[in-house]
């Protein structure tokens, strides 16, 4: 057997090792205990063999294998004729002897003097865990639980092996136990430094904070999804925090900055951008010139460009976003944006609020607030709509990072909403911008993600 879509690999950048076996699959018949999820290998042994190539029985005289043990890996690191690996438990017959799912050797000989350990967490992400084609990794479905430890990374990890779209891959942060979804501090720091951390196709990617200097920070190709990430991208050239490359990505509840480069790049036909921060950077959120792009309830806070589309785009969407002082909030760098909509969004001390170049007939611009900006709209090609507000957010404490709107706010009820419908029933109210709580109607509404800390 290979690995199945049922195996999980631990991971523990202060506490683990990667010459430990990391691995569980509860899948395999008679499966145990979960032994990845220790600091520390359950069993190590230095007198690992088989008795000739091609064996799958492994053997060791000081022993100590037990029932339990089924369904976990053995990380086999040292001896003569081994392929260096990681094996899975598969059977066991006595505490001197198991079976593997494959032969440990190089093809030569049997195994002698093998230093194996059963379970223990790894300590860091490696490249030949998704890669490596000579003993067991990283399959579609696999799920990563990374620990709230900081994990350095040792070698770029550039992940060309895909999930599948039933059976993505996902690398899930936690701080104390696995799915608790962490916010602010308590997700695992990843320090990259220099190191790629990329990802090709049908990877799911939450609750992580990354430190990069990378070309690309956190980059996904196609059809991933990014929840509840953190990139800090250091570097003094012009690289990406985030970066999509493909198609269909969805960014969601992110937080990024570029010092000099761009803090989300999704340069991917349908890429989407729902609830993230973006801030301090050349470009917040820089989008591509392909179709059916969107960026929803996102903040752009003190950047050159809040939100820059690089190209021509067609039917593009930029609804509830706050842009504030940027040198420019939302800009296009050519003509011919077709199916625009750019409803509900707050522009607040900008230099230049809209510096688009041409939006066509068939684009919607309406239902936006503008305060304190130098220029509201830079090209006579755009109008602002009769719906547009102009009256003070009246942020809580806008140099803090913290946009939620006070009494009196001008965004208050200013959005696009339902009641022109003769036939609909009800009282609908939205407020322009990131934040939907109504503190005029006593609270309510959603969830601030950075008071809440989701964004920290």
């Known amino acids: 057997m290979t690995t199945s879509a049922t195996a999980v690999w631990e991971y523990r950048g ?45 053997t060791s005289a000081a022993g100590g294998f037990t029932a339990a043990m089924i369904g976990n890996t053995i990380n086999i690191s040292a001896g003569t004729n081994l392929n260096i690996g990681t094996y899975w438990i598969t059977a066991r017959t006595d505490t001197n002897t198991v079976t593997l799912n494959m032969a440990p050797d190089d093809g030569v000989g049997g195994v002698s003097g093998g230093t194996g350990k059963v379970g223990g967490a ?33 070698t770029s990890v550039l992940a060309s092996k895909d999930g599948s779209a039933v059976l993505p891959i996902k690398i899930q942060g936690y701080n104390t136990t696995r799915g608790d979804n962490p916010t602010g501090t308590n997700r695992p720091l990843i320090v990259a430094g220099a190191l790629g951390f990329e990802f090709d196709n049908f990877y799911d990617i939450r609750n992580l ?3 990069t200097t990378a070309t690309n920070g956190l980059k996904l190709d196609h059809q991933c999804l990014a929840v509840n990430v953190k990139v800090t991208q250091s570097s003094g050239s012009v690289r990406s925090g985030i970066e999509t490359g493909s198609t269909y990505n969805n960014i969601v509840f992110c937080e990024a900055s570029s010092t000099n480069g761009y803090a989300i790049s999704a340069h991917s036909a349908g890429g989407k951008i729902y609830g993230c921060y973006a801030h301090g950077s050349f470009v917040g959120i820089d989008m591509g010139s392909n179709d ?35 040198t420019t909030g939302l800009s296009g760098t050519s003509t011919g944006h077709t199916s625009w909509a750019v409803i509900d969004n707050l522009f607040k001390d ?42 003070d957010p009246v942020f809580t404490d806008a140099a803090n990072a913290d ?30 911008g990131f934040d939907q709580n109504d503190p005029d109607a006593g609270g309510g509404g959603a969830t601030r993600l950075i008071n809440g800390g989701l964004i920290s």
């Open 14 to 58: 202060a506490s683990g090792n990667n010459d430990q076996g990391g691995g569980y699959d509860s899948g395999i018949s008679g499966a145990g205990t979960d032994y990845s999820q220790q600091d520390a290998a359950q069993l190590s042994l230095t007198d690992c063999a088989t008795s000739g190539a091609g064996v799958t029985t492994l």
């Open 122 to 154: 790894f300590a860091y992400i490696h490249d030949r865990h998704f890669d490596f084609t000579l003993h067991e990794k990283v399959e579609a479905g696999n799920t990563l639980w990374i620990k709230n430890e900081t994990m350095t990374l040792v």
């Open 209 to 211: 904070r990354l430190t």
């Open 292 to 326: 059916a792009l969107a960026v929803i309830g996102c903040i752009a806070d003190t950047c050159t460009h809040g939100i820059r589309v690089s190209s021509t785009a067609i039917a593009a969407m930029f609804c509830g976003n706050t842009l504030y002082n940027n």
């Open 350 to 391: 900008n230099t230049t609020a809209i510096g688009l170049a041409e939006l066509i007939p068939s684009a919607f611009l309406d239902y936006n607030l503008f305060h304190g900006n130098g220029t509201d709209i830079a090209s006579g090609y755009v109008t602002k709509g009769d719906n547009t507000v102009s009256t």
């Open 403 to 432: 946009f939620s709107i006070g009494s009196g706010s001008g965004a208050i009820n200013g959005a696009f909403n339902f009641e022109f419908f003769e036939d609909l029933a009800g009282t609908y109210k939205r407020n322009i």
